[in-house]
């Protein structure tokens, strides 16, 4: 387990938050849970059929356990979500209809304030787990967007903050332009800010390109995408357009950009676009046999956050731990 791990947990556990699982029917979700509550990291609810969860044999005592095809909780929560979706013409009966859904039901206990935050995306797609997100919690006050990010911590590696780096967004923005490009790295910068200790951020936005070596749109928006960044934030260690080398290997850095603060150092990597975010996170995980926590949500209204289709037990508690970390902090 990564020191970052480590923190997240320890800081988890000196406030306990509640959060809700809605994939009570996968097996990994049950696992963590049952580490979870073990450990005293988060209280929890979780969702399903309280007769197949008990036949998972595991020790999930101190759970509540919900099941949203049959609580009481579901007229109530229809009636507010159809409150809250009038506008989209959302009626009484369709709001109804979409508590069959653990991931609408989970998402109205947090919005209800029945829970801090969700953990979801063992076994949904990122898109199922962030439509309801998105429309029943909506984007948080002064945010203009959400986006998403991991953090990775990469074992035996001495680059970005001794191997632990932030990655965004790998998850939601499909393809941002400059504008939502330059939101994406103010955001990973302050979520960096929030969650890691010890190391301030310093944030390249990747490209194919670094200082105007390939001349083209991809590259010309990253580089857009930088100099908005600069003018928001002048304070702010952000450089680009970068390679990925001379992002964060100090001499091809010092050979590619020998002009950049940035270069050579930085530990939160801003991708272009969704295919290079959520290509690089994997293979870092894969071949490098990095610890990936994510997709962690920013700029949402309450903590939400997600998960591959691939992850491990493990992987769901450090994701629970963040999002309790997150839930202390709103
Ligand atoms: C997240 C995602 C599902 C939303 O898009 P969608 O399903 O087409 O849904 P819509 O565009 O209708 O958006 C649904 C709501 O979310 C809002 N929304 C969408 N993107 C948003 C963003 N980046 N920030 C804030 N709100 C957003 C919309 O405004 C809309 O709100 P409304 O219904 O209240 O008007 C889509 O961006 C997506 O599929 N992203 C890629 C996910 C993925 O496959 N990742 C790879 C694996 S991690
Ligand atoms: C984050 C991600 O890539 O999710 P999945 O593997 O479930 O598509």
Partial sequence: MSAFLDTMIAQAKSDKQTIVLP??????????????????????IILGNPDDIAAAGLNLEGARIVNPLTSELREGFAERLAELRAKKGMTREQALELMDNELYFGMMMVKEGQAAGLVSGACHSTGDVLRPALQILKTAPGASMVSSFFIMNVPDCELGHKGTFLFSDCGLEVQPDAERL??????????????????????????????????????????????????LAPEMAVDGELQLDAAIVP??????????????????????????????????????????????????????????????????????AITAVQAQEK
């Avoid at 994939?23 to 929890?44: C, M, S, V």
């Avoid at 603060?261 to 272009?272: D, I, M, S, T, W």
């Avoid at 903590?303 to 508690?317: F, Q, T, W, Y």
């Fill in 23 to 44: 994939e009570g029917n996968d097996i990994r979700t049950l696992q963590a849970a049952e580490k979870i509550l073990a450990e005293g990291i988060a209280d929890l």
């Fill in 182 to 231: 330059a939101q994406i790295a103010l955001n990973a910068e302050a979520a960096w800010r929030s969650l890691i200790d010890g190391a301030e951020p310093v944030v390249a936005m990747l490209s194919h390109s670094s200082y105007g070596s390939a001349a083209n749109d991809d590259a010309d928006k990253v580089a857009r995408a930088t100099a908005l960044v600069k003018e």
């Fill in 251 to 320: 001499e091809i850095g010092a050979a590619k950009a020998p002009a950049s603060p940035v270069a050579g150092r930085a530990n939160v990597l801003v991708f272009p676009d969704i295919d290079a975010g959520n290509i690089g996170y994997k293979l870092v995980q894969r071949l490098a046999k990095a610890e990936a926590y994510g997709p962690i949500l920013q700029g949402i209204a309450a903590p939400v956050n997600d998960l591959s289709r691939g992850c491990s037990a493990e992987d769901i508690v450090g994701v629970v």
